[in-house]
């Protein structure tokens, strides 16, 4: 099974680039998706298929992986994107959804 | 414009039942996979059950096997979430949320959740 590895926070000035990290066990050759979350509210998907944008999400957000690590990056940081960020995968082996813990994203 | 509609929750006592529902509507229901993912209070998200379209299968968390069943009106465009046995441990918000096709995958819309607080 998969176990997702997330920092529990990461802060970054405006205007400068936040990074969030999801490290996983063979993830290498699945796809990582990843969803913003305000509190009180529902997520909202900002990523698909490792890189991919859903229309409407903005282009200052972009994801990439690397081996084992799937990487969420936020240009040009503003301080609406504060909120909790959360990757996941499918398991299709075991047929079940996988979260990372979430990472909580402050803005100085 | 897709919308998800939860509904149902509340307080529970121990060992109580209670059924969520999910009123979709904006897309063709019927055709697609749909799950439920909780949120205890202060902690992560946590997938709780899918339903594909494909097929009708249904999955489950270890944490609600044997408690907790999905299933799915497509003449209602509704999702429901049946939970027996609860414990307080279930206490959380419960989000449906929709597959962008017939079989599991991401999640691409989510229903606003509900609350179940299971306590005496």
């Known amino acids: 099974s998969f176990v997702l590895t997330q920092p529990p926070s990461v802060s970054v000035v405006p205007g400068q680039t936040a990074t969030i990290a999801c490290g996983g066990n063979?993830?290498?050759?699945?796809?990582v998706h990843w969803y913003k979350q305000r509190p009180g509210q529902a997520p909202v998907l900002v990523v698909y298929d490792d890189s991919d944008r859903p229309s409407g999400i903005p282009e200052r957000f972009s994801g990439s992986k690397s081996g084992n690590t799937a990487t969420l990056t936020i240009s040009r940081v503003e301080a609406g994107d504060e909120a909790d960020f959360y990757c996941q995968v499918w398991d299709s082996i075991r047929h079940q959804g996988v979260f990372g813990g979430g990472t909580k994203l402050t803005v100085l | 414009e897709v919308q998800l509609l939860d509904s149902g929750g509340g307080l529970v006592q121990p060992g109580g039942s209670v059924r969520l529902s999910c009123a979709a509507s904006g897309f063709a229901f019927p055709d697609f996979a749909m799950s439920w993912v909780r949120q205890a209070p202060g902690k992560g998200l946590e997938w709780v059950s899918t339903m594909s379209a494909a097929d009708d299968s249904t999955n489950y968390a270890d944490s609600v096997k044997g408690r907790f069943t999905i299933s799915r009106d497509n003449s209602l465009n509704t999702l429901f979430l049946q939970m027996n046995t609860l414990r307080a441990e279930d206490t959380a918000v419960y989000f449906c949320?929709?597959?962008?096709?017939?079989?599991?995958?991401?999640?691409?819309?989510w229903g606003q959740g509900t609350l179940v607080s299971v306590s005496s």
């Open positions: 949320a929709k597959h962008p096709g017939n079989s599991p995958y991401y999640f691409d819309y």
């Open positions: 063979n993830i290498g050759g699945i796809s």
